[in-house]
């Protein structure tokens, strides 16, 4: 296994950006997911660091070795396929030797990889099927096997959940981490299911329009998003963003809303917002940290709702609030309707404030 | 009250019985009406002309008498056909050429569709020239080739004096060794561009990422080919085999407008020698007795086709 650094990474394509100075290391034995929505430059990093398209500029150093020229074939990489990518004329024994045949191995340490390989991910009694002979959740773990049988520095994977269904996708999931942890593998991982991302990953890397927006532990992404993007694009439902106007009357710091209501803030929010570049706020939160009441309370406001989903042990409601609309989650007992006026509460202390210009995270300065 | 879990020790019910074939066809009666404009149709323009010929085939027709008075002579066609010299002599030709053609404008075919896949300068415009020689008139073609091989003026036996290869300009289309080979050359000019379609096509349908994981496993250009690109093309190569067989087997135009079938019968191929028959000689019996044999041949090569098309849905439909 190896550590794994992108250094300025650029990809171009005429004048368009892939991939725009994404810099990132990558840990020996560390799994790190690529995630961001469809043509964020995650699949461009992946095939990058592959060598199945060339760089445009920066370095790419896996172990010790910048390997930005070498063949996919010389850097020590194996990748696992959105589809899986079976050679679907051979056996799951040939796919499985096929790696080690084009490196020349010898037949007798071919047979002993094969088994070995297929005895971890347990599909020894499907060496002699056909890749169309098995079902989606077996040809996803030939193809790990594939990968597997090289004892590659670094696992790449592209989406390789994408293709199962909702069920075997938690159940693979779960396998594929299991995988990361028995054999202490580096792993990229990229996938537009920020869920996967979260559940799986050491540190996820969330990119949009071919820039790295942020990259952390999960747990810190989720609860410090550096901007709107990632504080919309992790977590479901997603955070609920508001935007508002700042006012300083008497020395105290509000946010006001073209509906009229007054938001108080807390004086550690008041300096977050002293930094900001102009008046205009966004406030973020997430479901958990609303509280809905039925009739006016001290520091609530009023929203209007709009759609009830009852999802068996929590309860999603979207509400109107100045023109925007927040999830906010309750017990199944809630009774709510539709088109019903509310209070919402916000909890002060975990609330998000973005500069409605940058759309960065406010910091207190 | 008990809750039995499942349907597992219940009884299985009894299947229904079959319905008669009779009733299936009654209860989509009007499938049938549907297609039956279709089949009325066949009926006129295919069965009754192959029934016609069938029978045809047993029947003498001199010349000077009238078609309507021919003379029954049961399976004499056939068994003159098949010991006369000109019979095997023109089912040898007919195999050279089209087991060549076929072959040869495949395999031409294939490289160029493998050549034009990749991405150069110019590739459009080369890709359209090359499928000239299958768009242009058959007839106009044949033409053209005949006067390039021409012994006095072909231009191409002056190049080849002018290259220093001969003395004098060859006789190609006049000389029973080289006539053969000579139109099978034209033929395979003339049908590379299908086979180069049909393969380009195919080559669309690789799966990137197959080829990708090969890449990453470490295969060669060639190799990667070998692996992925070919086993993938198996569907459409026999496809475009059997396409090509049956029309070279088939093939009129060439042979018939280049040579005529000459020098000698050196060129004749199955369908320009019952052509020759029917309509230069007026042996409507005989001719007759030789296509229903070819149509023997072409129906089997039908099967086979048929077979590999629906062998293809199989493999994708998967067990």
């Known amino acids: 296994m190896a550590q794994v650094v992108l250094k300025d990474l650029v990809k171009t394509y005429g004048s368009i950006y892939a991939a725009k100075d994404v810099s990132l290391t990558v840990n020996d034995g560390e799994f790190v997911a690529l995630v961001g929505p469809s043509g964020c430059g995650k699949t461009t990093t992946l095939n990058l660091v592959a060598g199945l398209i060339p760089i445009t500029s920066g370095d790419i150093t896996i172990g010790n070795r910048i390997v930005n020229d070498l063949d996919p074939k010389d850097r020590d990489i194996a990748m696992v396929f959105q589809n899986y990518a079976l050679y679907p004329n051979k056996t799951v024994f040939q796919n499985l030797a096929f790696p080690l045949q084009m490196r020349k191995l010898p037949k007798s340490e071919i047979e002993t990889k094969v088994k070995d390989a297929a005895k971890v991910l347990d599909i020894t009694h499907l060496l002699e099927r056909k890749p169309r002979e098995l079902s989606g959740g077996q040809q996803q773990r030939v193809a790990l096997g594939r990968a597997l049988v090289r004892d590659p520095a670094v696992f790449l994977m592209d989406e390789p959940l994408s293709n199962l269904d909702a069920k075997l996708r938690v159940q693979m999931r779960s396998e594929i981490k299991r995988f990361h942890q028995d054999l202490n593998a580096t792993i990229i991982y990229v ?3 920020q869920l996967e991302a979260v559940t799986m990953a050491d540190k996820m890397a969330v990119m949009n329009g071919g820039l790295l927006q942020q990259y952390d532990t999960p747990a810190n992404v989720f609860a410090n998003p550096v901007n709107m993007f990632v504080a919309s694009f992790i977590g479901s439902p997603a955070m609920s963003l508001v935007p508002l106007q700042a006012t300083t ?22 300096r977050k917002v002293a930094a900001a570049s102009s008046h205009k706020i966004v406030l973020g939160a997430r479901h958990s940290t609303i509280k809905l009441h ?15 989903e009852p999802t068996g042990d929590i309860t999603f409601v979207q509400a109107f609030l100045a023109g925007a609309i927040l999830n ?3 017990p199944p007992t809630a009774q709510v309707a539709p088109d019903e006026m509310v209070w919402l509460e916000f909890d002060q202390d975990r609330i998000h404030l973005f500069d409605g210009e940058t759309e960065m995270a406010l910091r207190a300065s | 009250m008990t809750i039995h879990a499942g349907h597992a020790g219940a009884p299985r019910k009894a299947l229904p019985p079959r319905p008669s074939v009779l009733r299936q066809m009654w209860t989509s009666r009007a499938d049938y009406l549907y297609v039956l404009p279709a089949i009325v149709v066949m009926l006129i323009v295919i069965a009754y002309p192959v029934y016609y010929t069938i029978d045809l085939s047993f029947f003498k027709t001199p010349p000077g008498l009238q078609l309507k008075d021919k003379i029954f002579v049961g399976v004499e066609n056939y068994t003159a056909i098949l010991s006369s010299e000109v019979f095997w ?3 040898l030709n007919t195999i050279i050429w089209t087991v060549a053609s076929t072959l040869i404008a495949f395999v031409l075919g294939y490289a160029a569709a493998l050549a034009l896949h990749r991405d150069f300068a110019g590739r459009a415009v080369l890709r359209a020239i090359l499928i000239i020689p299958w768009v242009i008139s058959a007839v106009a073609a044949s033409y053209i080739w005949k006067w390039m091989y021409h012994s006095d003026f072909g231009i191409i036996g002056q190049v080849l004096v002018q290259l220093g290869l001969t003395d004098r300009q060859p006789n190609f289309i006049d000389n029973v060794h080289t006539v053969l080979p000579s139109l099978i050359v034209v033929n395979i000019w003339r ?19 197959l080829l990708r994981a090969a890449k990453v496993d470490g295969a060669s250009a060639w190799q990667r080919f070998w692996h992925v690109t070919f086993p993938h093309l198996s569907g459409v190569s026999t496809v475009t085999i059997l396409l090509l067989a049956v029309a070279n087997f088939n093939s009129f135009i060439v042979p018939w407008i280049t040579t005529g079938g000459g020098p000698s019968n050196a060129s004749h191929i199955w369908i320009t020698h019952i052509y020759e028959l029917a309509f230069g000689r007026q042996r409507w019996g005989v ?30 439909e998967g067990p």
């Not at chain 1, 009357?249 to 008041?270: C, F, I, M, Q, Y």
């Not at chain 1, 309370?297 to 209007?304: F, L, M, Q």
């Not at chain 2, 590379?192 to 195919?202: D, K, N």
């Not at chain 2, 001719?287 to 039908?302: D, R, T």
């Open chain 1, 191 to 193: 996938t537009h299911d």
């Open chain 1, 249 to 270: 009357v008497d020395g105290r710091t509000s946010l006001t809303s073209s509906e009229g209501w007054v938001l108080p803030l807390s004086d550690a929010n008041a």
């Open chain 1, 294 to 308: 039925k009739s006016a309370v001290d520091g609530a406001v009023p929203a209007r709702v709009y759609t009830v």
């Open chain 1, 328 to 330: 906010i989650s309750l």
């Open chain 2, 89 to 91: 002599k023109v089912t």
């Open chain 2, 191 to 209: 049908e590379f561009p299908f086979a180069m379609i049909m393969i380009m096509a195919g080559l669309q349908t690789v799966p990137e990422q």
């Open chain 2, 287 to 316: 001719a007759a007795a030789y296509s229903v044999l070819l149509f023997i041949i072409v129906m089997s090569l039908g099967y086979f086709y048929v077979r590999a098309l629906s062998g293809n849905e199989k493999k994708e």
